[in-house]
Each structure stands twice: as structure tokens, then as C-alpha cells.
């Protein structure tokens, strides 16, 4: 049974909010984290850890059981994971347990907060991700990671987030790490969404002086780290044209790029299947783990 996401539909079904909070603790995903089954063998390690002055700018830690103490052999992989909602909603507290599903295949995982419309507009949510992602990676070793293989990725606006500053080089850059991401994934997320046709788009970009910069799609370049991307065939909110569309981008100019359609599921059951209770839908995140140890180690 698919999890319904209620949203208006645009040209590909960019990101629109359903009225009032669309990750409140009261929908499928909110309480996915509220009273849904953990993986167990991982765990929330830090919370709160600040990598900027601002409230919205701290992040969580999770990571495998052991890996904190030296448990393991070597370090493992670090992944940077940031949640969606359309760039002017959600929280950090209500994705743990995707977080502590990605911790419990192996590696350790920071979940930030950043900064929203109305309180920033582009590209402060993106020069967000970025700084968290090189803080992320510098504190890394205190929990068992490995600062020298990150991963980004996320769903939906997170996955925008974490594809922008792996192929604009300007934000990673601008943090002093200009090559710290070795791989990325996106989930659902929106890579191609010009013209600004709705509010969402409108409030988080229609400043910015050059709407093509706030396009994945704009800097595909052939020496990409890795990307993997997945999208639900049923996906309204986000159409699953954008996967492609990125997908044939980055093949065209000979990044190396994986991308898969899930039949059948919609926005929010891509990110859902992460959760054990909807593990069984689809192996999201098997493909997604698998493609991340390939290319980590």
C-alpha cells in the first residue's frame, strides 16, 4: 500500500507542501520516526553538534554499534544526509530512523538541520549543506569515520541539496574542501525544475540573478565523483523526469552515473523503504548501500 503524500501537480510535480506541516510528527514519515521500528546494531552517537552560529545549523551523529570505540578494523565511510520538504520545512528529529538505517549498513552518518525559506532564500540552504558536510567530515574520526571517504545524499530537496555541491564546485570550495565528496545519491529529488512555476521554487529561488545556477542539471561535468539515483515510477510530487533527465546529462559527458526507476512508488514511499516496516516495497536502500560500498570501499 503506497503512503500518501498529498501535493499539487506541475509540469514534473515540483515539491509543493500540503497544507500545514508536511513532515509533522502526524504523517506516515513523522511517525515513521515517532514509533516506528529501528535497525538495531547502530545508534544516535552525538546530538546537536553546531557547525555554524545559527540554530537550524547543527547536525546529528549516528553511527554503528562499536565504530565510536574502535570496534572496527578501520574507519568507516562517512555519509552526509540531508531530509526534504521542499526547502522551507522539516527537521533532523524526524529522520533519525533513516539515519540510523544508512548507520546500520556500515557507515557513519551525519543528519544536519539547515536553514529554510522564509528565513534564507538561495543559496544559503546549499552553502548549508556544504559547510555541514566539511564540519561532518572533520569531526569525523571522533565517531569511527573515514574524512577521507563521504558520501552526500538525500531525498527530495535534501537530494538537490547534497547533488548541488557535489557538482558546483563553487560551495565545497568556498568551505576549503573542494574534493571531499567521493560519491553521492539522490532520492526523488529535483534537478530540472525551471521555469519557477509554483511557490515553493518561486520563494527559495526566484531571487537568485541566473536561475540556471540553482540547477543540478547546469554543472553535470565528467569528473563527477559517482552518483547514484532513484526515483518511484508513481512519484507526483517530484516526476520521475528529473532522474532521467540528470541521469542522460551526466552519461552524456562520460560521468559515471547509476540510475534506477522503482515501479509503482510514489514520493514519499522511495524514502519510506528505508524504514524496516517497508523495507519489503522495494530494495532502495540495498541499491543504494551497495552502490556506496562499491564505490567507498
Known amino acids: 500500500m503506497a503512503i500518501d503524500w498529498t501535493a499539487s501537480m506541475t509540469r514534473r510535480g515540483l515539491l509543493i507542501p500540503a497544507a500545514g506541516t508536511l513532515l509533522a510528527a502526524c504523517t506516515p514519515l513523522g511517525l515513521l520516526n515517532a514509533v516506528g ?23 546529528d551523529i549516528y553511527a554503528p554499534d562499536g565504530a565510536q570505540e574502535g570496534g572496527m ?8 544526509f540531508f531530509y526534504g520538504g521542499g526547502w522551507d520545512e522539516g527537521s533532523k528529529n524526524l529522520y533519525g530512523w533513516a539515519a540510523q538505517a544508512l548507520a546500520a549498513r556500515g557507515f557513519v552518518v551525519a543528519l544536519p538541520d539547515y536553514r529554510l525559506v522564509p528565513q534564507v532564500v538561495f543559496p544559503a540552504f546549499i ?3 556544504a559547510a555541514a558536510t566539511a564540519h561532518a567530515a572533520r569531526i569525523a ?5 573515514d574524512p577521507n571517504r563521504v558520501a552526500v545524499g538525500g531525498h527530495s530537496a535534501g537530494a538537490h541539496l547534497a547533488l548541488m555541491i557535489t557538482l558546483d564546485r563553487r560551495y565545497m570550495t568556498a568551505v576549503g574542501d573542494r574534493d571531499r565528496i567521493k560519491a553521492a545519491f539522490g532520492l526523488a529529488g529535483p534537478y530540472d525544475f525551471l521555469p519557477f512555476d509554483v511557490d515553493a521554487s518561486k520563494n527559495a529561488f526566484g531571487r537568485a ?16 565523483p559517482p552518483i547514484w539515483l532513484g526515483h518511484g ?4 510530487v517530484v516526476h520521475d523526469d528529473d532522474t532521467v533527465i540528470l541521469s542522460d546529462r551526466l552519461t552524456a559527458v562520460g560521468a559515471p552515473v547509476e540510475a534506477k526507476l522503482y515501479p509503482g512508488l510514489s514520493h514519499a514511499d522511495l524514502i519510506a523503504t528505508f524504514s524496516p516496516l517497508f523495507r519489503k516495497k522495494a530494495p532502495v536502500l540495498d541499491d543504494v548501500t551497495g552502490f556506496l560500498h562499491r564505490v567507498l570501499g
Open 37 to 59: 521500528p529501528r535497525d538495531r546494531m547502530a545508534r544516535r552517537v552525538a546530538r546537536d553538534v553546531p557547525y555554524g552560529p545559527d540554530p537550524r545549523q547543527t547536525m
Open 73 to 80: 578494523q578501520r574507519p568507516v565511510p562517512l555519509v552526509v
Open 127 to 129: 552553502e548549508d549543506a
Open 141 to 145: 574520526a571522533q565517531y569511527g569515520g
Open 209 to 224: 540573478p541566473d536561475p540556471t545556477l540553482t540547477q543540478p542539471v547546469t554543472f553535470v561535468r565528467p569528473d563527477a
Open 233 to 236: 515510477t508513481a512519484d507526483t
